[in-house]
């Protein structure tokens, strides 16, 4: 059943489930007001800089103007303005330079890699939207490679943009584990049984992700035992020792396939990165029915460990459908609580800019028609106010979309799924456009 809404029969679509009644999304964060109380009443061991003052600045006007310089308040009804027509990247640190350790990264992309993280819940799963982000940013950069990958998907065949197969080895996320090991940006490892083995090979289109340059596998061990690598350079085994520290196996050479295979019995893999010497590394982390909220219980050793190995110039946050509800129209304990959880990403990754994506516009049914559902606004308000406490970059999603009434022209036009919440291939590509334009034009770059 659908619950009230109009949805269309696709098996992959559908993954993330159909709405109840009450306008949430089924399989969301489970227990989430616990969830917030818990994170209200803790107090964190977080050493970052104390919480930047907000901007002193004015709404804009209500028309919009091409040479209007944006400036910003929190509201819930705030509208956010367009500068040559395009969605702006809204700056909320005290000095205006949100986003400055990242324009200095691309400019080293000729000779460096440049990483982007995006974490989040299943709105880019599968790689939906990272994906076209990576494909634009590429276009004006280079890069080769996929990213990151976990050692297990329940959906292989879901994303397009590598070709994923495994045996033995299973997933453990950071909402209901207590294992140091799973604090990490991602919010996933993977474990193996003896004999476990994964391949990924390149695909052919786009042309960036056929094959990569560079392999590195994070990993720790709680025993002894060997790991035996494959690819287009040939077959190389390593025999590991028992550490609780994130160690790394790193291979250059050019390869459009990687197969990995262990002895060990729960060897723990942070994950692998599959990526060019140089260019645009976009990693795409989501957790389905994630809320964000458990990231501001991150290792900082973890997360120190495997900077040494993989760190990251942007830091991307996409949460916020999975708390959402029809009937709740204040989400301030969750900004409150994803205060903490952005503070806790910037003491792990002190290197590393970070840009809270709003999220997307959502349709509800009232009566027989679809309408946008009013508390989308109010969790946009909320990231909003999120963004501007903690002092870093925001993109509103919902607006750049069109706004009120978005959902539907999107669903109109095939580019949202038949839950009226999550993107499509298609929706992905004309969303990543509109972003990568915008964060371009907000670190002074061309296309």
Same mark, same amino acid.
């Given at each position: 059943m659908t619950g009230g809404f109009i949805s269309d029969f696709n098996l992959f679509e559908d993954l993330s489930g159909p709405l109840d009644v009450k306008g949430r999304a089924t399989g969301g964060d489970i227990d989430?007001?616990?969830?917030?109380?818990?994170?209200?009443?803790?107090?964190?061991?977080?050493?970052?800089?104390?919480?930047?003052?907000?901007?002193?600045?004015?709404?804009?006007?209500?028309?919009?103007?091409?040479?209007?310089?944006?400036?910003?308040?929190?509201?819930?009804?705030?509208?956010?303005?367009?500068?040559?027509? +395009?969605?702006?990247? +809204?700056?909320?640190?005290?000095?205006? *330079?949100?986003?400055?350790?990242?324009?200095?990264?691309?400019?080293?992309?000729?000779? +460096?890699?440049?990483?982007?993280?995006?974490?989040?819940?299943?709105?880019?799963?599968?790689?939906?939207?990272?994906?076209?982000?990576?494909?634009?940013?590429?276009?004006?950069?280079?890069?080769?490679?996929?990213?990151?990958?976990?050692?297990?998907?329940? $959906?292989?065949?879901?994303?397009?943009?590598?070709?994923?197969?495994?045996?033995?080895? *299973?997933?453990?996320?950071?909402? *209901?584990?207590?294992? !140091?090991?799973?604090?990490?940006?991602?919010?996933?490892?993977? *474990?193996?049984?003896?004999?476990?083995?994964? !391949? $990924?090979?390149?695909?052919?289109?786009?042309?960036?992700?056929?094959?990569?340059?560079?392999? !590195? $596998?994070?990993y720790s061990s709680p025993v002894a035992g060997n790991i035996e690598i494959k690819t287009s350079s040939g077959t190389q085994q390593f025999a590991v020792s028992a550490t609780d520290t994130p160690q790394a196996i790193e291979l250059d050479g050019h390869t459009d396939f990687i197969t990995l295979s262990t002895d060990i019995d729960s060897l723990v893999s942070y994950g692998l990165w599959l990526e060019g010497a140089n260019g645009i590394t976009v990693d795409c982390m989501s957790i389905r029915g994630y809320s964000g909220l458990k990231h501001r219980s991150l290792s900082p050793e973890i997360s120190s460990a495997m900077n040494v190995h993989v760190d990251y110039d942007l830091i991307i946050v996409e949460y916020g459908t999975n708390a959402v509800s029809e009937e709740q129209t204040d989400y301030t304990s969750y900004s409150n609580v994803m205060c903490k959880a952005i503070r806790r990403i910037r003491q792990c990754y002190p290197g590393s800019d970070i840009l809270i994506l709003g999220v997307g516009d959502r349709g509800i049914k009232h009566g027989s028609e679809v309408v946008s559902m009013p508390a989308i606004k109010s969790m946009t308000a909320a990231q909003r106010l999120t963004a501007q406490k903690c002092g870093v970059a925001f993109w509103d999603t919902r607006e750049a979309m069109g706004g009120d009434g978005s959902i539907v022209d999107w669903r109109k036009r095939g580019l949202v799924n038949g839950d009226y919440i999550h993107i499509n291939g298609k929706g992905g590509a004309e969303l990543a456009d509109m972003f990568v334009r915008s964060l371009l034009k907000a670190v002074g770059a061309n296309e």
């Amino acid at each position: 059943m659908t619950g009230g809404f109009i949805s269309d029969f696709n098996l992959f679509e559908d993954l993330s489930g159909p709405l109840d009644v009450k306008g949430r999304a089924t399989g969301g964060d489970i227990d989430l007001a616990q969830e917030i109380a818990e994170a209200e009443s803790e107090e964190l061991n977080v050493t970052a800089e104390e919480e930047p003052p907000v901007r002193e600045i004015e709404s804009p006007a209500a028309e919009e103007s091409e040479s209007y310089v944006p400036n910003y308040v929190n509201s819930n009804n705030f509208l956010s303005p367009r500068v040559d027509g +395009e969605m702006v990247i +809204e700056d909320y640190s005290p000095d205006g *330079t949100a986003l400055a350790r990242f324009k200095a990264a691309l400019g080293r992309a000729a000779s +460096e890699n440049v990483r982007i993280a995006v974490i989040g819940d299943s709105y880019i799963e599968g790689d939906l939207l990272c994906q076209d982000i990576r494909r634009k940013l590429r276009a004006v950069y280079g890069g080769s490679g996929v990213g990151y990958v976990a050692l297990h998907s329940d $959906f292989p065949g879901f994303r397009r943009s590598v070709v994923q197969s495994d045996k033995g080895w *299973t997933n453990h996320d950071i909402r *209901t584990s207590r294992a !140091t090991a799973v604090k990490t940006l991602s919010g996933v490892v993977s *474990t193996s049984e003896p004999g476990a083995t994964v !391949t $990924f090979k390149g695909t052919s289109s786009p042309a960036d992700l056929k094959s990569w340059q560079r392999s !590195t $596998f994070i990993y720790s061990s709680p025993v002894a035992g060997n790991i035996e690598i494959k690819t287009s350079s040939g077959t190389q085994q390593f025999a590991v020792s028992a550490t609780d520290t994130p160690q790394a196996i790193e291979l250059d050479g050019h390869t459009d396939f990687i197969t990995l295979s262990t002895d060990i019995d729960s060897l723990v893999s942070y994950g692998l990165w599959l990526e060019g010497a140089n260019g645009i590394t976009v990693d795409c982390m989501s957790i389905r029915g994630y809320s964000g909220l458990k990231h501001r219980s991150l290792s900082p050793e973890i997360s120190s460990a495997m900077n040494v190995h993989v760190d990251y110039d942007l830091i991307i946050v996409e949460y916020g459908t999975n708390a959402v509800s029809e009937e709740q129209t204040d989400y301030t304990s969750y900004s409150n609580v994803m205060c903490k959880a952005i503070r806790r990403i910037r003491q792990c990754y002190p290197g590393s800019d970070i840009l809270i994506l709003g999220v997307g516009d959502r349709g509800i049914k009232h009566g027989s028609e679809v309408v946008s559902m009013p508390a989308i606004k109010s969790m946009t308000a909320a990231q909003r106010l999120t963004a501007q406490k903690c002092g870093v970059a925001f993109w509103d999603t919902r607006e750049a979309m069109g706004g009120d009434g978005s959902i539907v022209d999107w669903r109109k036009r095939g580019l949202v799924n038949g839950d009226y919440i999550h993107i499509n291939g298609k929706g992905g590509a004309e969303l990543a456009d509109m972003f990568v334009r915008s964060l371009l034009k907000a670190v002074g770059a061309n296309e």
